[in-house]
């Protein structure tokens, strides 16, 4: 096992517990790492502060490991799966995307050996969500408008069109409002680089939104316009439910541990 992982399923072992004392022989058992490395990281963390050791060899956790966006491992691999399976199927390109503050992350892209058009935005590209494109206007509608107005200047905004105009506050709030009682946009005309976007929303358990998943493909001729968004849209809808499904599984499971069953 690659020792950074070790490392980082111990912090996690440790979050887990909170403020109860654990014993480094647990730690070792439960996951499954010699004693001898999993002393060697906790003396790590102890000299560094991040935890305190008890003259009874217990361990009590001194910092907070979290994801600002979280995404498990096993839900990672679950969305790389419908990811991949999505891509080799249609043969289009799927992008998980997240935000950060006023931007998009491109978290993750499957790669088409054969496109017919350039897709720049590759894991780890980064895009403003000024640039009110299908993913912004979902982003942005699941929030109410004064919120948006607080965050965002809300005279930036501007289409992702090829001539990229700057839209008025009234018209980018009409744009953002309209995409509020769906969770499925698209851009079918194509943007400024002729790529075609159709895009779902992902949220958490709390009806949060986690991140974005989105079909990108040439902006070319179709024969049937309305039957080519309808099999995006029957695509997106599926691999949401499978996504949604996962997470509500997912906080079940952390709900149960926070809240043991009581024994009498």
């Given amino acids: 096992m690659n020792p950074n992982v070790r490392i980082l399923e111990v912090m ?3 979050m887990a517990a909170g403020s109860e004392p654990v014993k480094q022989v647990d730690i070792a058992r439960d996951l499954g ?5 999993v002393n060697r990281i906790i003396k790590t963390l102890s000299d560094r502060g991040y ?7 217990y361990c009590i956790c001194n910092f907070r490991l979290t ?15 419908l ?13 998980a995307v997240v935000a950060a503050g006023f931007d998009f992350i491109w978290h993750a892209r499957t790669e088409l050996p054969n496109a017919t ?4 935005a590759k894991a780890g590209f980064r895009r403003s969500i000024f640039e009110l494109d299908a993913m912004s206007r979902l982003y942005l509608s699941r929030f109410d408008w004064e919120e948006v107005s607080y965050k965002f200047f809300t005279g930036g905004f501007f289409t992702a069109s090829v001539e990229r105009r700057t839209l008025k506050p009234e018209e980018a709030r009409s744009l953002i409002e309209g995409a509020a009682q769906d969770h499925f946009q698209c851009d079918f005309d194509g943007n400024h680089v002729g790529v075609r976007r159709f895009a779902t929303i992902i949220e958490d358990a709390e009806g949060k939104p986690l991140h974005l998943l989105s079909m990108a ?7 049937d316009r309305d039957e080519h968004i309808s099999e995006a849209r029957r695509i997106l809808s599926n691999a949401r439910i499978v996504l949604q ?8 499971r952390e709900a149960g541990s926070m809240h043991p069953a009581q024994t009498g």
């Fill in 12 to 14: 996690e072992y440790l």
């Fill in 33 to 37: 790492i010699a004693p001898a490395t």
């Fill in 51 to 57: 935890l305190f050791r008890t003259t009874q060899k």
């Fill in 67 to 81: 994801r600002n966006v979280p995404m498990s491992e096993e839900y990672l691999a679950i969305l790389n799966s």
């Fill in 83 to 95: 990811m991949n399976g999505i891509t080799e199927e249609y043969q289009v390109s799927m992008e």
């Fill in 117 to 120: 058009v350039a897709i720049r």
């Fill in 217 to 223: 493909e040439a902006a070319t001729p179709v024969l």
């Fill in 245 to 252: 499904k996962q997470i509500l599984k997912e906080a079940g």
